[in-house]
Each structure stands twice: as C-alpha cells, then as structure tokens.
C-alpha cells in the first residue's frame, strides 16, 4: 500500500507526521508521502498514484474535492479522513475493496482516536465477500452481484463457501464463520454461493521472497516467513512459491523449510537480479556490497510472481532471516 497524508494546518501536520511515523513501522505499507496545502491541485495530481489518501482536515473540505475525481469501486483509492486534534478516524471512500475501514482502525490505535466505520456488514459484525477477497488475495469478478450478498449476509443470512482443502485456515476465522458455510472440494478457485446468485474468486499468486546470512536453520526460516505473514493476518499456507537468488540455491535452511511446508522454491539467477528494477525496492547496503544487487529478498518476489507485481510485504528481517512478499495480479475486475 502506498499512502499520502495531506494536511492544511500547523497542526493538522504535526497528526499528519505521526501518522506517518506510525505506519513507517508497518510492513504492509511500501511508500508513505507528506503534502501541505492547496489540497484541489494535490488530489488532482496524486488521486490516480496512491492506494491510500488521508486528509487530516474537515470532512467536507474531502468530499467536495474528491467528487470530480470520482471513478468507480474498482479504481477509487481508499479515502479516510482524520480531524485537526487527531481524535475521529473516518473511513469515507473503497471502505473494503480499497482498504479504508481496516487501515481506519489501524490509523485510530496509532493516534488512540475513535474510528469511524459506518459500513453495513462491519457494523453488524459481518464479512463481505469483497473484504473476504481482500483478506486473502482472492481476485473477484461480478461485483455488482456483490452487493446482494452483502445485504443477505448484513440481514444474518449465511452464504455457502467453496473452498479448495488448502485453504481450510479460513475457517479459523470467526468473522467468516458467522458469515459463510464452508464445504470443501478439489477445485483451484474459490465460490461464493447465495440462492441463484454465483461468485468465482480466483487464489491471486503470493510468493515470499527470501534472503538469510549463511548456515540459517530451517526453524529460523519458518519464523521468518510466519512474522511477514502475520502482518497480512493469513498463514504462510497460503503462499504458493517461495523464492531466493541463485547464491541461495544450496541454503539448506530454506530448501528444508520450504519442503516442510509442501512450497516450491523458485530460484533466481543473478542476471535477472542484476538487471529487475521496480519501484517498490528498497536497496539493500549489505547485499549491494556483497553481491552488487539492490537485494534478494524483494526482486525475487517480484520476479516470480509473474505480471504486474507488486510488494505486500517489503522486507522483514527476523534473526538472519529477510522475507519480502509480492503479488501478482488484481483483486477486483469489472465483469
């Protein structure tokens, strides 16, 4: 995710930067930037380039600007609002497709403010299939069936859940529970059900990228994995590749975790990490003198995972072990 804080006042920028300074601590977020002032010209210039916008102003100040940059579910950043002293967190726009309401509740605990979230199923303790797709990288078509599902599961009626056996974690959550019936069977996708209404969601690729110093156990590397992994709230079951450099290749520690797992290993050449680049990296100084790479961790996720990537994890290092998450696709298309 990718965040821009824009604030007009003295001290609406000092709840701006300690916002900033609270996510810069959180795995999940790639980019955070700060803007002052003339709020109209920086929306316009910035709408289309952030997952995320939060204006710490008035909430009228957000609605009146972003009417006319409007585009639809699917498109539309998340838009949350957060006041001068710092006390309301409001989740205004893409509340679940975007992320709004989950990073409202993040952003509250930062600033020990009230969050405000007045979508139906999060208000009756619910989860929508849109939010059940954003919560496990599923890809989701037909979202305009979406909203009908959503008002039967709002109302306290259960939806039937497909799922391939791999994905039983999901059971584990007690919000799905109270939402769905879970059957299982052999087939890859995944399908919601709801009278004579049918949904496809489709596992998008996760691959974890991963670096270690020499000689790492394989117990060090089941650590790794399950700390970046618990920053997205889903076990490391659900990765389909782990993935590292060729100076990698004969890392025990990795090969044996990943076996445990029943997780492929991808490995990458050194040629191809010597000439990836991508705007979510951040260089590494220790692997760059090592071995004249910007990283392993990071460019191998992104490699692997296949068309349009992008990090969900940027990298974690946990006791010599680095692990950096990516994703490949997108979760929610016009059908």
Not at 112 to 135: E, F, H, Q, Y
Not at 171 to 189: K, L, T
Not at 304 to 332: E, F, M
Request: net charge negative; with cysteine; hydrophobic share 40%.
């Amino acid at each position: 995710m990718k965040f821009a804080i824009i604030s007009i006042t003295h001290n609406g920028r000092i709840v701006a930067e300690k916002i900033a300074r609270g996510l810069s601590e959180d795995p999940t977020i790639i980019q955070t930037d700060l803007y002052d002032g003339k709020v109209k010209d920086t929306l316009k210039k910035i709408y289309n380039d952030y997952n995320c916008i939060i204006g710490v102003m008035a909430t009228g100040i957000v609605v009146r600007l972003i009417c006319g940059l409007l585009k639809d579910k699917t498109n539309d950043p998340a838009i949350i609002v957060v006041d001068e002293n710092g006390e309301h967190v409001i989740s205004l726009l893409s509340g679940h497709l975007g992320g709004a309401n989950h990073y409202t509740r993040k952003i509250s605990m930062l600033l020990d403010a009230d969050p405000v979230i007045t979508t139906s199923t999060d208000g009756s303790g619910k989860m929508g299939v849109d939010t059940l797709a954003r919560n496990y990288w599923l890809g989701l078509k037909n979202l305009h069936s979406v909203k009908t599902i959503n008002r039967a599961i709002t109302d306290g009626k259960k939806a039937e859940l497909y799922l391939p056996t791999r994905f039983d974690f999901m059971e584990d959550d007690e919000i799905a529970r109270n939402s769905y019936n879970f059957h299982y069977w052999d087939d890859n996708h995944i399908r919601v059900d709801f009278q004579e209404i049918s949904l496809t969601l489709n596992p998008l690729p996760l691959v974890a990228g991963v670096g270690s110093r020499r000689g790492v156990s394989p117990k060090q590397v089941l650590n790794g994995l399950e700390v970046a992994m618990s920053h997205l709230g889903i076990p490391v079951d659900r990765l389909d590749i782990i993935a590292t450099g060729e100076m990698k290749r004969n890392e025990e520690g990795i090969m044996e975790a990943a076996w445990s797992l029943g997780i492929p290993v991808e490995i990458v050449s050194m040629e191809e990490l010597e000439i990836f680049t991508h705007p979510d990296i951040k260089p590494s100084l220790l692997v760059e003198k090592k071995f004249g790479l910007v990283g392993v961790a990071e460019p191998s996720a992104l490699i692997t995972v296949g068309d349009n990537p992008q990090l969900i994890i940027r990298k974690t290092s946990v006791n010599g072990v680095s692990v950096a998450v990516a994703v490949s696709g997108s979760l929610y298309k016009v059908h």
